[in-house]
């Protein structure tokens, strides 16, 4: 994990453009690297697991072993040539994905679709790898997405952030948008002390779209103080951004892909261009395709190497997405 850190502070919003590059096979390749282990999908056999695979598979989830909340049959499938009679895994596998839920919740739904033994551990979201950025943990940071954010950001390591209610509450004129606030403003209104915000961080696509749209381009122009107005003399330094998950869409039960939360970036991006006339900077971008999130998972397949009990060393890593 160590080694992993190291890599994680060397790595950068570049990343993102050098994804490519990571060491991802074709399936044709797994195919025979599965053969080469005598499986036969009608019968187990202690014979089978004589020899301990050298490789181990990274899966996508959504759109590869579900759509939706519904296991695909093929990968119901599949699952069977990696297990052995007792639906044990006989290959290490993790389970990479571009959500943001919590651990346990995913584990859970995977192994009510395999029929396998799904730890949390196994499961890498994509906001998983700031686990180990630790300089961001005790930072005042503003969390951005839905659902149980608040147990997410302890299950990362948070300790010291808010959500947007949490700023709108202490400082009522940011969000006028919604015309019911404007009245209610009218009626009169209490600003509260709230610390400057050091950091946001884009777990994944919020609701209320418009509400975070601005409180978020409030606290890029004034450093974090939303109660406090822009200078005209001094460049306000750009606190960092850090986003998970850059899909534009993502493939559910619709018969066209839905925006993801890239099409919440690319909103974001858009206002904070036209406003400033700057480009938006992302100090780190984690989730796939960016190598962070790769070497994340590389480690965790690792582990469950290790937990089933092989010896032999990890020579070959594949994704399937």
């Given amino acids: 994990m160590k080694d992993l850190l190291l890599n994680a502070n060397a790595l950068n919003a570049n990343n993102a453009n050098n994804a490519n590059n990571t060491n991802v096979n074709n399936v044709n390749i797994l195919n025979r690297n599965l053969h080469q282990l005598d499986i036969d999908e009608d019968d187990h056999d202690d014979v089978y697991i004589q020899e301990e695979p050298d490789f181990g598979v990274m899966f996508d989830i959504d759109g590869v072993l579900a759509r939706g909340t519904e296991p695909l049959q093929a990968a119901v499938n599949a699952f069977k040539l990696l297990t052995d009679e007792n639906h044990q895994l006989r290959v290490p596998v993790a389970f990479v994905t571009n959500a943001c839920n919590r651990s346990a919740d995913k584990a859970a739904q995977i192994q009510s679709w395999l029929g396998i033994d799904v730890t949390p551990d196994m499961v890498v979201h994509s906001p998983t790898p700031l686990k180990i950025m630790e300089d961001l943990h005790d930072k005042h940071i503003l969390l951005v997405g839905q659902g149980p954010v608040r147990d997410v950001a302890l299950e990362l390591g948070f300790t010291n952030y808010c959500l947007l209610d949490d700023i709108t509450d202490a400082y009522p004129l940011l969000d006028m948008v919604n015309h019911e606030n404007r009245k209610a403003v009218a009626r009169g209104y209490v600003e509260k002390d709230f610390p400057p915000v050091e950091a946001i ?24 103080k939303p109660n406090q107005a822009i200078s005209t003399n001094t460049e306000v330094e750009q606190i960092p951004v850090i986003a998970c998950n850059m899909d534009l869409t993502f493939m559910h039960k619709a018969n066209m892909p839905r925006f993801g939360h890239g099409a919440f970036l690319v909103c974001l991006e858009a206002l904070y261009k036209k406003i400033t006339g700057n480009e938006l900077e992302y100090s780190r971008l984690v989730g796939k395709p960016c190598e962070i999130q790769y070497r994340y998972g590389e480690h965790i397949v690792n582990t469950v190497r290790e937990k089933i009990g092989y010896t032999t060393p990890i020579t070959k890593l594949y994704f399937i997405g």
């Avoid at 994944?204 to 004034?222: A, F, M, N, R």
């Fill in 201 to 224: 961080i884009l777990l994944g696509e919020p609701i209320k779209w418009e509400s975070y749209l601005q409180v978020i381009i409030d606290l890029l122009l004034t450093g974090g």
